[in-house]
């Protein structure tokens, strides 16, 4: 078996190379910015000479400057071979008022936030929202506001149409960061004074699966903030921090993200042949038709 991994920094995917060669498989890191995609007289993606196509699978570990590019490579490769998140879904985590709106059309509870583009609206928010608020922008930069002033030289020194999303800033006794791989959620709490492993609540895990399996990817990370006697999502991503994860509680995440994605593949792999089989039946079937021996 064959994978590529595909990042921007290989120090993101390294320990899970690792693990992967420690598995039997062979582990190819592809740095995203000389992957070269071709769309013309057929379609394709390759790195450095390496036709994706002859992978077995591509598991990508974007970061929002190369959203737009790491979508396409998505798109492209996805009817091919197996691919660690749809590109429908993965479209959603290019924009974060889709993102929210998709996951609280589906049952989970996440903040309030406003989007605008142009001043007048921003007045709007501004009356709304009152401050402090922060702002972030499509390059994925935050700002805390906390005057008017402030505010409004931000704004209009902001180029015209340019999107951007406002927030209140919360200030939770803590915070649980959790990573979802496969079927298991491993989760650890931060406040203040401490950060600590935890054993994952039913509602956390309930929620970290329902997320994962409303985006069908292989693995994320969702942040949860306590409101009231229950919490919301504060953010979903793809930015593991699998360090920081090992290093506070103990696991292993590295293999359990080669396990699971070494499984995945495989099951991605069964889904396409069918799919294959069932696009080229459809082919016969309208060739047949057309040539007036089935007449639908």
């Known amino acids: 078996m064959k994978i590529g991994l595909a990042a921007l920094s290989k120090e993101k995917i390294e320990k899970i190379m690792e693990e992967l060669k420690n598995l039997g498989v062979e582990a190819l890191p592809i740095n995203a910015s000389e992957i070269i995609l071709y769309a013309g007289k ?11 196509f002859d992978l077995d699978g591509i598991v990508i570990f974007p970061e929002i400057r190369q959203f737009e590019f790491f979508y396409k490579l998505l798109r492209i490769c996805e009817d091919f071979i197996p691919v660690s998140i749809p590109s429908d879904k993965f479209l959603f985590f290019y924009n974060r008022a889709l993102l929210q709106r ?15 583009s142009e001043v007048t609206a921003a007045n709007i928010v501004l009356k709304k929202l009152k401050l402090p608020v922060i702002l972030q922008f499509t390059d994925g930069k935050r700002i805390l506001v906390r005057n008017e002033e402030t505010f409004r030289d931000i704004i209009s020194n902001t180029e015209t149409n340019t999107v951007i999303t406002a927030e209140k800033p919360v200030n939770p006794s803590h915070i649980i960061k959790a990573i ?39 693995f994320l990370k969702i942040t949860f903030v306590p409101y009231k ?9 793809f930015d593991l921090e699998i360090e920081s994860f090992e290093k506070i509680t103990g696991k292993n995440i590295a293999k359990m993200l080669a396990e699971n994605i070494i499984k995945e593949i495989k099951e991605g792999k069964k889904h396409i042949v069918k799919q294959s089989i069932g696009k080229s039946f459809e082919g016969i079937v309208r060739w047949l038709s057309e040539i007036g021996i089935i007449r639908s």
């Open 42 to 52: 057929g379609i394709g993606a390759f790195y450095r000479g390496v036709n994706f």
């Open 180 to 218: 979802v791989v496969g079927e298991e959620v491993i989760a650890y709490e931060k406040s203040d004074n401490e950060i600590k492993s935890i054993q994952a609540s039913k509602e956390i895990i309930d929620l970290s699966l329902k997320i994962k399996n409303l985006f069908s990817s292989y």
């Open 102 to 116: 998709f996951l609280s059309m589906n049952g989970i509870p996440v903040r309030k936030i406003y989007i605008f």
């Open 229 to 237: 006697k229950s919490y919301f999502v504060n953010e979903v991503s």
